[in-house]
C-alpha cells in the first residue's frame, strides 16, 4: 500500500508523517525511559552496598549497645534493685547512684545519623528524632531520682547517724580505727582490716548509707551482686543482714515519701525504656528492610555486650 492510497480514507500523507513520527517518538520515550530506570536502580544498588558498612557499624556499635542497656534496665526495675555506691565506676549498670560521670546515656543520639543517606526514609528521621528526645527524657528521670536520693542522705546524716554506724559495728564486732591502726598492730599494711574487724568510720559510714539506701526497695541477700558493689572486701556481707532489722526497729525520716516518690518515678522510666525499645526495633526493622540484612546482622555476636 503506497502513501497515495491511503488518501481514499481521507488520510493525508501529512498526517500520516505526522503519526509515523510521533510513534518513532513515543518508542524512543520508552526505551529512554526502561535504559534510565535500569540504570537508576544500578546506582541505588551501589549505593546501599556503599552505605551498608556504615549501617552495619551504627547498628552493633550505637543502637545494640542502647537496646541492651535498656533491656537491663527495665529487668534492673523490675528486681529493685537501684543501689547507692559512691565511689564506683559502674557506669555500665543500670539504676546505680550517684549517677556516674561515664555513664553514657545517648541524649545526643540524633547525631550519629547526621550523615543523610542513612537516614533517606522519613519513617527513620522520625524514629531517630523520637529516640533522641526519650534519651533526654531517661536522663531527666535520672537526675530526679538522683536529687532524690542525694536529699535522703541528709535525711540518714540527721538521724543520729554516727550512733547508728556505732550500734551497727558493736553489734557486728567491729570497732572503728584509726587509718593506720592495722599498721600500728600489725606492722604490714597489706593485711586485710577485717581479719582483726577494725574500720574506719568514715569507710563505715559510706557502706551503711549505701545498704541504707539499697534497702529501700529490696531486702539484700548474700547473692545480691550490690553486696559485691559496694566494695570493702567482706564487710558489706557481714553487714547485710542486720540493715534491715535496724531500720525496722530504728526508721529514717521521711523513708516511705522517698520510696514512693522514686518508685512513681521508676515506673515513668519502665515505660519510657518500653518505648524506646519498641522504637528502637522498628529502626532495625526498616534498615533490615532497605538494606537485605540478615538476622545476625541486627544482633550483637554471640556473646558480645
Not at 526519650?134 to 530526679?144: G, H, L
Not at 532524690?148 to 559495728?169: A, P, V
Not at 566494695?231 to 556481707?237: A, C, M, N, V
Request: hydrophobic letters at 40%.
Amino acid at each position: 500500500m503506497t502513501v497515495d492510497d491511503f488518501s481514499i480514507y481521507g488520510i493525508s500523507a501529512s498526517i500520516l508523517f505526522s503519526l509515523a513520527s510521533l510513534a518513532i517518538a513515543l518508542l524512543a520515550v520508552y526505551y529512554t525511559s526502561k535504559s534510565t530506570k535500569i540504570s537508576h536502580n544500578q546506582y541505588e544498588l551501589a549505593q546501599k552496598m556503599v552505605e551498608k558498612p556504615r549501617i552495619l557499624e551504627i547498628i552493633q556499635t550505637i543502637i545494640n549497645p542502647i537496646q541492651h542497656d535498656l533491656e537491663r534496665e527495665i529487668k534492673a526495675i523490675d528486681n529493685k534493685e537501684l543501689a547507692w555506691i559512691v565511689t564506683n565506676d559502674l557506669y555500665y549498670f543500670p539504676l546505680i547512684f550517684p549517677i556516674p560521670n561515664k555513664k553514657n546515656f545517648h541524649e545526643n543520639f540524633p547525631n550519629n545519623f547526621h550523615i543523610p543517606d542513612i537516614c533517606r526514609d522519613s519513617r527513620l528521621k522520625e524514629l531517630i528524632k523520637e529516640i533522641g528526645i526519650n534519651a533526654q527524657k531517661r536522663y531527666a528521670i535520672y537526675q530526679k531520682i538522683d536529687d532524690t536520693l542525694h536529699r535522703f542522705t541528709d535525711d540518714i546524716d540527721q538521724s543520729h547517724f554516727d550512733q547508728r554506724i556505732s550500734d551497727l559495728l558493736e553489734d557486728m564486732g567491729f570497732r572503728t580505727s584509726d587509718p593506720f591502726e592495722s599498721f600500728i598492730l600489725t606492722g604490714n599494711l597489706s593485711i586485710d582490716i577485717f581479719e582483726i574487724n577494725h574500720i574506719t568510720k568514715y569507710n563505715a559510714g559510706i557502706i551503711i548509707k549505701s545498704l541504707i539506701i539499697s534497702t529501700l526497695f529490696k531486702s539484700l541477700d548474700k547473692d545480691d551482686p550490690r553486696l559485691i558493689w559496694i566494695g570493702e572486701g567482706d564487710f558489706p556481707t557481714k553487714l547485710y543482714s542486720k540493715i534491715s532489722q535496724h531500720l525496722i526497729n530504728d526508721p529514717i525520716l521521711h523513708s516511705d515519701e522517698i520510696k514512693q516518690s522514686i518508685e512513681g518515678d521508676l515506673s515513668s522510666l519502665r515505660i519510657l525504656d518500653n518505648k524506646t525499645l519498641t522504637d528502637i526495633r522498628k529502626l532495625k526493622e526498616i534498615y533490615q528492610e532497605i538494606y537485605s540484612l540478615k538476622e545476625s546482622d541486627l544482633n550483637p555476636p554471640q556473646g558480645v555486650i
